[in-house]
């Protein structure tokens, strides 16, 4: 069941030297895919951190997808490894969380692979219609926590109050220093 008039907000989190790559050369190569994803660049996918993940989800992201090196093909060796690591215990965070597990994709994408890049993100943005808008982005949207009574009072105030400047205090005069004058030597060339 696909919600009518949604379009997902995807956040691609890429390394820089394959999956951005291969974004790249989708984007260079004209192959068509959907243009929901917001693309963010790291040095490695081994740097995703999973709070910025689980941060991509509360600022709004419908899905996120994570894409780096091929498993043995890391410009830092083991990051790729890392992201699988990761990747997995994110998975387990977001049932727990009730967050759809399709909500976060995996995807191995050279520099080399544009199509399969453009394939991944037309994939997930035909999920994410499927799934809907995420309930962690409603949520966040319409939340909005109320000010305790002072916190509000003061904030009135704040506004029906104009700001008073502070006046400058003038600038202190300080004599001038002169340099001492140099004699000039007049002479004719060296030989």
């Known amino acids: 069941m696909t919600v009518s008039g949604f379009e997902p907000n995807i956040v691609a989190f890429t390394c820089n030297w394959c999956s951005y790559g291969g974004a790249d050369l989708a984007g260079i190569s004209r192959i068509q895919y959907p243009t929901n994803a917001k693309v963010i660049r790291l040095m490695c996918?081994?740097?995703i951190d999973p709070s910025m993940v689980l941060q991509a989800f509360k600022n709004g992201a419908d899905g996120v997808m994570i894409s780096g090196c091929h498993i043995g093909?890391?410009?830092y060796a083991t990051g790729n490894y890392r992201t699988q690591v990761r990747y997995d215990a994110l998975s387990v965070?977001?049932?727990?969380?009730?967050?759809?597990?399709?909500?976060?994709?995996?995807?191995?994408a050279s520099a080399s692979e544009g199509q399969q890049w453009a394939d991944g993100i037309t994939e997930m943005t035909n999920t994410i219609k499927k799934l809907g808008p995420s309930p962690l982005a409603q949520i966040s949207k319409t939340k909005k926590e109320p000010?305790?009574?002072?916190?509000?009072?003061?904030?009135?105030?704040?506004?029906?109050?104009?700001?008073k400047t502070p006046k400058k205090?003038?600038?202190?005069?300080?004599p001038k220093k002169t340099a001492p004058k140099r004699a000039s030597k007049k002479g004719g060339a060296k030989k």
Do not use: N, Y
């Open 93 to 108: 965070a977001m049932d727990v969380m009730g967050l759809h597990p399709d909500r976060l994709k995996l995807l191995w």
């Open 45 to 47: 996918s081994g740097r």
């Open 73 to 75: 093909d890391c410009h």
């Open 169 to 174: 205090a003038a600038p202190k005069k300080t």
């Open 147 to 163: 000010l305790p009574k002072t916190q509000e009072k003061e904030k009135a105030t704040k506004k029906a109050t104009p700001k």
